[in-house]
């Protein structure tokens, strides 16, 4: 669905992505991983157009989208959820939730139902500015509104960085559900192995700005643990 092809990318003189190849098959959910400062998130703001790209191609259902405006990509069906949330603190849930209404369908305008079916804590917190909600509940606040552009890929970065151990569990049952029951397309940054291993179908690891490896999930084996994820 997803295809990086030889991308380079530079912070000023330093080379932060190099000759990155990766592949992220339709339906499927794929976890990025790798040690701090090695490049995911570099990518993920990458493919949202939100850090200008040297060289390479992205494209997305067989279309380049490496020349396309930032404001452009949800409206291909791109929702992301960036590490800290990165909610409106001072905007209550519901139009927390409006933001993302105008991407959708003209005339379409409403939240969608599912919402509140997969985040139920949302429609009782409704009124309350999302600056009050805990960090469990803004983050499922930021899926929330990264799915109500009904997008076809999601990309989460770190959605479960600094939540309570329950709504981790969650936060996973809800990856899963999306990918199995709604044939949703999932790239997720995520560091804690036993999470990724459970909502994961593919792996795909960096080191240093490049792909190291990747493969089904059941390929990540403890060499390559060792080698690139343990610190």
């Known amino acids: 669905m997803l295809t990086i092809s030889g991308l380079n990318q530079f912070y000023g003189e330093s080379h932060t992505l190099w000759d990155l190849d990766m592949a992220i098959p339709k339906g499927k959910c794929t976890v990025l991983m790798g040690r701090n400062g090695v490049g995911k998130t570099t990518l993920l703001q ?15 259902e067989g279309d380049s989208i490496i020349k396309k405006e930032a404001e452009a990509r949800p409206r291909m069906g791109i929702g992301y959820v960036p590490q800290g949330r990165q909610i409106f603190p001072m905007l209550t849930v519901e139009e927390n939730l409006q933001v993302g209404l105008p991407i959708r369908a003209r005339g379409d305008r409403n939240i969608p139902e599912f919402i509140f079916e997969l985040f139920p804590v949302l429609k009782e917190m409704l009124h309350r500015r999302g600056g009050d909600l805990s960090g469990g509940q803004q983050q499922q606040l930021a899926i ?5 552009i009904n997008p076809s890929l999601l990309i989460l970065d770190e959605p479960t960085e600094g939540i309570q151990p329950n709504i ?14 709604f044939g949703l397309t ?22 240093r700005g490049r792909t190291v490896a990747q493969g089904d999930m059941g390929e990540l084996d403890e060499r390559l643990i060792k080698e690139y994820l343990t610190v």
Do not use: W
């Open 46 to 60: 990458c493919i949202m157009g939100l850090v200008k790209t040297h060289s390479g191609d992205i494209t997305l």
């Open 144 to 148: 929330a509104r990264a799915l109500v």
């Open 168 to 181: 981790v569990q969650e936060i996973g049952d809800i990856i899963r559900m999306l990918n199995e029951k």
């Open 186 to 207: 999932v790239l997720l940054v995520e560091q804690k192995l036993p999470f990724a291993r459970k909502v994961g179908d593919q792996f795909c690891i960096l080191d």
